[in-house]
């Protein structure tokens, strides 16, 4: 599904907002993983540099360093705190 950009912005902004809100009180271990739709492997627009921000600063670590996409982008995220993750690389691209 593809959606405009100003909907996947207001979904950013939404989820910035929430893992703001939510992530102090959740405790040491935090795993949240799906398809956020945000190609962190290109070079950073402001909303993906703010998300990468945000995590950084609630001490939140994005594990997913390879393609999940038939396209060759990484969206499907595996975002983590107090976790040590130790094979990122699976992926359902083929499914």
Do not use: A
Not at 24 to 42: A, C, W
Not at 50 to 65: E, K, R
Request: glycine letters at 8%; charged letters at 15%.
């Amino acid at each position: 599904m593809l959606l405009g950009t100003k909907k996947i912005n207001n979904w950013i902004e939404g989820y910035i907002h929430e893992v703001k809100g939510r992530t102090p009180s959740l405790g040491s271990q935090i795993l949240n993983r799906g398809d956020f739709n945000i190609h962190v492997d290109l070079p950073p627009s402001t909303l993906v540099t703010d998300f990468v921000t945000l995590l950084d600063c609630l001490g939140l670590s994005q594990s997913v360093n390879v393609p999940t996409h038939t396209c060759g982008h990484t969206l499907d995220l595996l975002i983590t705190r107090g976790l040590d993750i130790s094979n990122p690389s699976v992926s359902d691209i083929s499914l």
